[in-house]
């Protein structure tokens, strides 16, 4: 589950009717929202949001912090820090603490992954509107160029508020994983610790350097 998590949030961006790359489509009023979603997450000092996290019939909340370039998330007993150069994944329950260096996954856990992986990744469709919550959303289809493990993943965009507030994503072997975002926050004043590993707070965890 923590490695779909870490692969779950994003969404779009670049110019044209159709694009053509390497036999990718990605349709052009799906661009203009994505663009305008990606360039409203990168203008905002930080970001915070709770979020739910639905697969297999179970439910979890969780909680994320970014500044677009570190990010901290926390769900299912785990917390997950990314300081800018290594990521550190703090289980309480195991009293265990692994540092590494990102790998793709690690370093694309935020709303802005799909953002960006989407140019190359993937072909994009606008696939109409739909209501959730008494809100109208523009619903946009992705289907990975390349096999990846996916099927599909549908984003649910708030576009005049240039918010993505679901996700839900289908594994090659018809899985479904859905993220339901809410309570945003942003330019908060956060600590300046908030995006650090304090390693005198776990000296009774096994910290282990991968």
Sequence with gaps: MKNYITKSFSVIAFLGV????????????????????????????????????????????????????????????????????KVYNISDEDKEVTVAKPNDNQTAFSPLSYLDSYKKEYNVSYSGKKTISGIPVDVIKMTPVKSNGLKSVTLYVNTPQKKLIKLEQVSSNNDLSV?????????QALSPSIFTFDKSKYQNYLITEL
């Design 18 to 85: 159709n694009l053509m790359v390497f036999g990718q489509t990605i349709d052009a009023k799906s661009k203009t929202i994505l663009d305008d979603i990606t360039k409203n997450y990168k203008s905002k000092k930080n970001s915070y949001f709770k979020f739910s996290y639905s697969a297999g019939g179970s439910s979890q909340t969780g909680i994320f912090y970014s500044d677009n370039n570190r990010y901290k998330l926390k769900i299912m007993g785990t917390e997950q820090i990314f300081d800018g150069s």
């Design 179 to 187: 993220i339901s975002i809410s309570n945003y926050k942003e330019n």
